[in-house]
């Protein structure tokens, strides 16, 4: 009889039971402290009845010695071995004619013993069936393996209430040993995201959220969050009737880790510097040397993944693996005590900047929305490099040169916020490297950043920084990229006259520079848009939009179809500029581009909407619209802001106050 409640798991126990009836083998396959044995007890138990013979529970964790497992099994059968006999022929003669499933729990230290011991049983008894828990498989035929997975929790980003949050399995572990720790626990809508967080960094497996659980007694969950960056001091003193490396969550992977073969533990320590996994490919650049050789690796890492302390998702075109976090923790630990850290991180750092300058150069260009796809599974490794790199003198300027590669991305797909915060530090922290190109590169991603984030000042300083030390150094190229984007930006805070000006010298400058004049006339259009000069923009923006179409520049050709919708709308051809929005639109998700995809989605509809008079339907956009600002942390650039208050001026008026918050609110939602 269990004293605590089973919590969730109910697809995984109804596939298990299935599965049971399917092979005669099973294997439930998971690192330690996944719950691998609360699951065995709960099938046990569901099945009891269907077989006549009994279910019988065979606990290994204790044995030392392979040569027991046999006579294990018997004295749990209350078999007695007889004299001068192998015990495996006696369980064979007892077992024969019986219809009964034996559990064999914790089998990973005894692999070898209990792949013999079960292959001959399975073999000369039809009636046995063997459900097994273990790190690795056994490895004899007809086994099949279900790989436990970790408790169900929110999408990453998800905000959640506290009903929706008990709604997933690890939240609601989580709550309900903590419970049991302290009856002033409760789940509100106040703490609902910290708790998930918790969980998501516990990767969602049972003995640590037990074990974290536990620490409520004497914590917030607020302060538990904090302190979980260190999870191996916090995860202890769990119960004291359990197995002493189920205790803590150190010695859960110390077990692990002290069965590996000595190659196997250094491959293991050196993964920890991937953050949010790795391709194959990866791990052979940064992690071999004369140790753990090129050709080693897939084997290692196959061996890895075989004992759960490495996971691979083999759903993408090219396998991913990963470390759960607590792994990842553990590893780093012991790569810091190899005194190997600093080597290994340099060489993932380099390996990143690999990456970033050859996908920097196809981000903008036909098969973008592949690139950035790239740069979004690889970002939180780019985040690890960068952070590392920042923190030295010795590789400040690094930093700043994958920064460089990176911040198209970070514009493209909306991470404002994090451009914003990464570039001033990498910045401070190259300032003694002098006025070099890739200073100025820096300045002009940081100045985007606070352009999107409505600190135009700044924005303007940075941008004239950049083109005055791109003037300086005297490179054609640079200096008409700062006149690119600072003419961009003067668009955006309403200064044409000066934006047209700047421009006009990029177009001149594109005469001589290969692949700029689409750029050039695009920006240039734009400002003669909003300047009212419709047929000058046309000109420009066609000019544009025929060279990107040829380079299959999608986020540009969204952008130009924006500005000729606008400019359609204001003419009063509303079905015209409607048919642009909407192939903007299209191109935008196609390519998942955030940049100006706040502006052409909702806000251009709903102008349009308000244009036909279809109050509630525009009053309902802007609110979406309002909303996608706020989760950008994108205010409204000034060059729209007198349009947009008077457009919510007339909505309030048409619809009254209550009904034009009523539609605002749906919008937002």
């Given at each position: 009889?269990?004293?605590?409640?089973?919590?969730?798991?109910?697809?995984?126990?109804?596939?298990?039971?299935?599965?049971?009836?399917?092979?005669?083998?099973?294997?439930?396959?998971?690192?330690?402290?996944?719950?691998?044995?609360?699951?065995?007890?709960?099938?046990?138990?569901?099945?009891?009845?269907?077989?006549?013979?009994?279910?019988?529970?065979?606990?290994?964790?204790?044995?030392?010695?392979?040569?027991?497992?046999?006579?294990?099994?018997?004295?749990?059968?209350?078999?007695?071995?007889?004299?001068?006999?192998?015990?495996?022929?006696?369980?064979?003669?007892?077992?024969?004619?019986?219809?009964?499933?034996?559990?064999?729990?914790?089998?990973?230290?005894?692999?070898?013993?209990?792949?013999?011991?079960?292959?001959?049983?399975?073999?000369?008894?039809?009636?046995?069936?063997?459900?097994?828990?273990?790190?690795?498989?056994?490895?004899?035929?007809?086994?099949?393996?279900?790989?436990?997975?970790?408790?169900?929790?929110?999408?990453?980003?998800?905000?959640?209430?506290?009903?929706?949050?008990?709604?997933?399995?690890?939240?609601?572990?989580?709550?309900?040993?903590?419970?049991?720790?302290?009856?002033?626990?409760?789940?509100?809508?106040?703490?609902?995201?910290?708790?998930?967080?918790?969980?998501?960094?516990?990767?969602?497996?049972?003995?640590?959220?037990?074990?974290?659980?536990?620490?409520?007694?004497?914590?917030?969950?607020?302060?538990?969050?904090?302190?979980?960056?260190?999870?191996?001091?916090?995860?202890?003193?769990?119960?004291?009737?359990?197995?002493?490396?189920?205790?803590?969550?150190?010695?859960?992977?110390?077990?692990?880790?002290?069965?590996?073969?000595?190659?196997?533990?250094?491959?293991?320590?050196?993964?920890?510097?991937?953050?949010?996994?790795?391709?194959?490919?990866?791990?052979?650049?940064?992690?071999?040397?004369?140790?753990?050789?090129?050709?080693?690796?897939?084997?290692?890492?196959?061996?890895?993944?075989?004992?759960?302390?490495?996971?691979?998702?083999?759903?993408?075109?090219?396998?991913?693996?990963?470390?759960?976090?607590?792994?990842?923790?553990?590893?780093?630990?012991?790569?810091?005590?190899?005194?190997?850290?600093?080597?290994?991180?340099?060489?993932?750092?380099?390996?990143?900047?690999?990456?970033?300058?050859?996908?920097?150069?196809?981000?903008?260009?036909?098969?973008?929305?592949?690139?950035?796809?790239?740069?979004?599974?690889?970002?939180?490794?780019?985040?690890?490099?960068?952070?590392?790199?920042?923190?030295?003198?010795?590789?400040?300027?690094?930093?700043?040169?994958?920064?460089?590669?990176?911040?198209?991305?970070?514009?493209?797909?909306?991470?404002?916020?994090?451009?914003?915060?990464?570039?001033?530090?990498?910045?401070?922290?190259?300032?003694?490297?002098?006025?070099?190109?890739?200073?100025?590169?820096?300045?002009?991603?940081?100045?985007?950043?606070?352009?999107?984030?409505?600190d135009y000042e700044q924005a303007c300083r940075q941008f004239e920084e950049s083109l005055r030390i791109q003037r300086d150094l005297g490179a054609p190229l640079p200096v008409w990229r700062a006149l690119f984007n600072y003419g961009n930006a003067l668009n955006l805070v309403g200064k044409l006259t000066e934006a047209r000006s700047c421009l006009e010298e990029a177009l001149r400058m594109s005469a001589t520079i290969p692949k700029?004049?689409?750029?050039?006339?695009?920006?240039?259009?734009?400002?003669?848009?909003?300047?009212?000069?419709?047929?000058?923009?046309?000109?420009?923006?066609?000019?544009?939009?025929?060279?990107?179409?040829?380079?299959?520049?999608?986020?540009?050709?969204?952008?130009?179809?924006?500005?000729?919708?606008?400019?359609?709308?204001?003419?009063?051809?509303?079905?015209?500029?409607?048919?642009?929005?909407?192939?903007?639109?299209?191109?935008?998700?196609?390519?998942?581009?955030?940049?100006?995809?706040?502006?052409?989605?909702?806000?251009?509809?709903?102008?349009?909407a308000l244009a036909r008079r279809d109050f509630g339907r525009a009053a309902r956009l802007f609110g979406a619209h309002a909303m996608m600002r706020e989760r950008l942390g994108t205010p409204l650039p000034p060059v729209i802001r007198a349009e947009c208050a008077e457009a919510e001026a007339t909505l309030r008026a048409e619809l009254g106050v209550p009904q034009f918050q009523a539609e605002w609110k749906w919008g937002r939602a």
């Amino acid at each position: 009889q269990q004293l605590t409640s089973f919590v969730g798991r109910g697809k995984v126990v109804a596939d298990l039971k299935r599965l049971l009836f399917e092979a005669r083998l099973l294997m439930l396959l998971g690192p330690g402290g996944a719950g691998k044995t609360r699951l065995s007890i709960q099938v046990a138990t569901e099945v009891l009845n269907e077989f006549p013979g009994g279910v019988w529970w065979i606990e290994l964790a204790p044995l030392a010695d392979p040569a027991l497992v046999g006579q294990t099994v018997a004295a749990v059968l209350g078999i007695r071995e007889a004299g001068g006999r192998p015990v495996v022929e006696t369980l064979v003669d007892e077992l024969r004619h019986r219809q009964l499933l034996l559990i064999f729990d914790n089998c990973e230290h005894l692999v070898g013993a209990c792949a013999v011991l079960a292959n001959t049983l399975l073999r000369k008894c039809p009636g046995l069936r063997i459900l097994a828990s273990s790190r690795e498989r056994l490895g004899i035929d007809g086994e099949l393996h279900y790989r436990v997975p970790s408790l169900t929790l929110p999408a990453p980003g998800q905000t959640v209430t506290a009903a929706e949050a008990r709604e997933f399995e690890a939240v609601a572990l989580f709550c309900d040993r903590a419970r049991a720790a302290t009856s002033k626990f409760a789940l509100t809508d106040a703490n609902a995201d910290t708790v998930v967080s918790i969980c998501r960094r516990l990767d969602g497996i049972p003995l640590a959220l037990e074990l974290a659980a536990a620490r409520t007694r004497a914590l917030s969950v607020e302060e538990l969050e904090r302190r979980l960056d260190n999870c191996f001091k916090i995860l202890t003193g769990g119960n004291r009737s359990a197995l002493p490396r189920q205790q803590t969550l150190r010695a859960l992977i110390d077990w692990s880790y002290d069965m590996l073969k000595p190659p196997e533990k250094k491959l293991l320590s050196r993964l920890s510097v991937f953050a949010g996994g790795f391709e194959y490919d990866a791990a052979e650049q940064v992690c071999t040397d004369a140790e753990v050789e090129e050709f080693e690796i897939l084997d290692l890492l196959t061996s890895l993944v075989d004992k759960s302390l490495v996971v691979a998702d083999t759903e993408r075109e090219l396998t991913r693996y990963s470390l759960l976090e607590t792994v990842r923790q553990y590893a780093r630990d012991r790569l810091e005590e190899s005194g190997e850290s600093a080597i290994y991180r340099q060489r993932h750092l380099d390996a990143l900047r690999r990456f970033a300058a050859d996908a920097a150069d196809a981000i903008e260009g036909k098969g973008a929305a592949r690139c950035a796809d790239r740069y979004e599974i690889e970002h939180d490794n780019i985040r690890a490099a960068i952070d590392f790199a920042q923190s030295s003198p010795e590789t400040a300027g690094k930093a700043l040169e994958l920064a460089n590669n990176t911040w198209v991305f970070w514009y493209q797909r909306g991470y404002y916020r994090e451009l914003a915060a990464r570039m001033p530090a990498i910045l401070a922290a190259t300032e003694h490297m002098g006025q070099t190109e890739s200073r100025a590169t820096g300045l002009l991603a940081s100045a985007n950043a606070h352009l999107m984030r409505g600190d135009y000042e700044q924005a303007c300083r940075q941008f004239e920084e950049s083109l005055r030390i791109q003037r300086d150094l005297g490179a054609p190229l640079p200096v008409w990229r700062a006149l690119f984007n600072y003419g961009n930006a003067l668009n955006l805070v309403g200064k044409l006259t000066e934006a047209r000006s700047c421009l006009e010298e990029a177009l001149r400058m594109s005469a001589t520079i290969p692949k700029t004049e689409a750029g050039s006339h695009i920006n240039l259009g734009e400002t003669l848009a909003l300047m009212g000069d419709f047929a000058g923009a046309r000109a420009h923006l066609h000019e544009a939009l025929g060279r990107y179409q040829e380079s299959g520049n999608n986020s540009a050709i969204a952008e130009i179809e924006g500005f000729l919708g606008r400019m359609c709308q204001q003419e009063g051809g509303l079905d015209e500029a409607e048919v642009h929005y909407r192939r903007a639109l299209e191109l935008l998700r196609t390519d998942r581009f955030v940049g100006f995809g706040y502006f052409v989605g909702p806000y251009c509809f709903a102008q349009l909407a308000l244009a036909r008079r279809d109050f509630g339907r525009a009053a309902r956009l802007f609110g979406a619209h309002a909303m996608m600002r706020e989760r950008l942390g994108t205010p409204l650039p000034p060059v729209i802001r007198a349009e947009c208050a008077e457009a919510e001026a007339t909505l309030r008026a048409e619809l009254g106050v209550p009904q034009f918050q009523a539609e605002w609110k749906w919008g937002r939602a």
